[in-house]
């Protein structure tokens, strides 16, 4: 999610886990970039001994994130509303998964880009994937914008 009309940090961003056995993902980072961004900008970086649970979510706020399900943890850099991308890298830096969105032409772009969420009063709508982690490596076929996000849970 990319901010509400009351707050343009009321965001956040969700890893989830879509496989059956828990995954170590310590030092894994969450990186942004701009809609032609060529540089990744850290969001977070995954503690180390962190796990995500079979079928579960990490979860990272914006520096307004008012969601009901607390955000495990938080970032400050701003996520452009209109177009961004969004990158998942492991410890060793490799790019595991990505979004494009909006009118995004960076790297993270998958296929073609996933819709941009649209401005909405809290609690905001977002992109996300239904059903949880499905991938066929084209962001606009893999996302869709959710009237009513799902931070920490499933979308569906």
């Given at each position: 999610?990319?901010?509400?009309?009351?707050?343009?940090?009321?965001?956040?961003?969700?890893?989830?886990?879509p496989?059956?056995?828990?995954?170590?993902?310590g030092?894994?980072?969450?990186?942004?970039?701009?809609?032609?961004?060529?540089?990744?900008?850290?969001?977070?970086?995954?503690?180390?001994?962190?796990?995500?649970?079979?079928?579960?979510?990490?979860?990272?706020?914006?520096?307004?994130?008012?969601?009901?399900?607390?955000?495990?943890?938080?970032?400050?850099?701003?996520?452009?509303?209109?177009?961004?991308?969004?990158?998942?890298?492991?410890?060793?830096?490799?790019?595991?998964?990505?979004?494009?969105?909006?009118?995004?032409?960076?790297?993270?772009?998958?296929?073609?880009?996933?819709?941009?969420?649209?401005?909405?009063?809290?609690?905001?709508?977002?992109?996300?994937?239904?059903?949880?982690?499905?991938?066929?490596?084209?962001?606009?076929?893999d996302?869709?914008?959710?009237?009513?996000?799902?931070?920490?849970?499933?979308?569906?």
């Amino acid at each position: 999610m990319t901010g509400t009309t009351g707050s343009a940090t009321d965001e956040f961003v969700e890893i989830v886990n879509p496989t059956d056995s828990a995954i170590d993902a310590g030092g894994y980072r969450v990186a942004y970039r701009s809609a032609s961004g060529t540089t990744d900008t850290v969001l977070a970086t995954l503690p180390l001994g962190t796990t995500i649970a079979a079928h579960g979510f990490y979860l990272l706020g914006g520096a307004g994130y008012s969601g009901a399900h607390p955000a495990d943890q938080s970032f400050a850099t701003g996520l452009a509303a209109s177009a961004g991308g969004l990158g998942l890298r492991d410890a060793s830096g490799t790019l595991v998964d990505s979004v494009g969105y909006g009118t995004a032409t960076n790297a993270f772009v998958e296929g073609s880009a996933a819709p941009a969420p649209p401005a909405a009063a809290a609690p905001g709508k977002s992109a996300g994937r239904k059903p949880d982690g499905h991938d066929t490596d084209d962001n606009a076929a893999d996302f869709s914008v959710l009237t009513s996000p799902t931070p920490g849970a499933s979308n569906g």
